[in-house]
């Protein structure tokens, strides 16, 4: 049970989009580069991150991503969710047909109360707050 | 981010232990009838429970399993842990060296954070509750 390799580079990615002045159009390699992330991956990443409308994509020479909401707006849980889809912390979480056991399960009662309550955790963090402890973490190196 | 199906077979099949009164010796063919899950994943899932110390391997003629603790001191984090290993919620809470950011990283404070709710909620349901339920049901069928 782990966030993918996927979410994690998303969130490093939104962490340093939410760095930049508000409006300001950044390109992938240049993400890809600070945050120590595979370009091509972040690329993919950013367009479901885009279809999510977390980030706006901007074509043209000028082209790039800018945020599309405030940073203080957007989640962990927003961007585990753009990459991942809704979170589903067992099989049987995730649809109405995964098991026969289902309607009487008090396993899976018991799952959903935990999902719950790692979806409000994930909601608890916005990027203004990641954003910040970054900066500041790369101030002090300068 | 989900259970492994290992999990999801390992929480089964402890609910059908602690269904049993104590000390009962019950084989693993059963288990999987009984419970929906396919006997030789199970048989490997019950060699871990044991290594874990919630069930106990017996020998012989009337071998089989039974449980190593009551029911109420197992909890569901300590099934998962015993199929999955520790709860690592992101590749840079396993281990020491798991990413070049980790000294500083804010994204990595926060979902150790939330990683920690995520094994609290788990640890919070245990195995007699689980099994009073499952037996509710059963006996409504009868």
């Known amino acids: 049970m782990k966030l993918t390799r996927a979410s994690d580079y ?7 989009m939410s760095m930049q002045p508000q409006g ?4 992938i390699p240049e993400v890809a580069r600070e945050m120590d992330v595979p370009v091509g991956f972040l690329a993919r990443i950013f367009q479901s991150l885009s279809r999510a409308g977390i980030v706006i994509s901007h074509r043209g020479k000028k082209g790039g991503y800018s945020m599309a909401r405030k940073p ?3 989640t962990l849980r927003d961007v585990v ?3 991942e889809g809704d979170i589903k912390l067992n099989i049987c979480l995730d ?3 995964a098991c026969d056991r289902m309607s009487f399960c ?3 009662k018991e799952l959903a109360n ?3 309550d790692l979806v409000t955790s994930l909601g608890k963090t916005n990027f203004a ?3 910040v402890q970054e900066k500041a973490h790369r101030d002090s190196l300068e």
Do not use: H, K, M, T
Not at 10 to 16: D, E, F, L, S, T
Not at 24 to 27: E, F, K, L, Q, T
């Open 81 to 83: 969710e753009a990459v």
């Open 95 to 97: 649809g109405y047909n």
């Open 72 to 74: 203080e707006e957007v």
């Open 129 to 131: 707050d990641l954003a």
């Open 114 to 116: 935990v999902q719950n």
């Open 106 to 108: 008090p396993v899976r």
């Open 10 to 16: 998303a969130i490093r990615g939104v962490v340093y």
């Open 24 to 27: 300001s159009i950044v390109v």
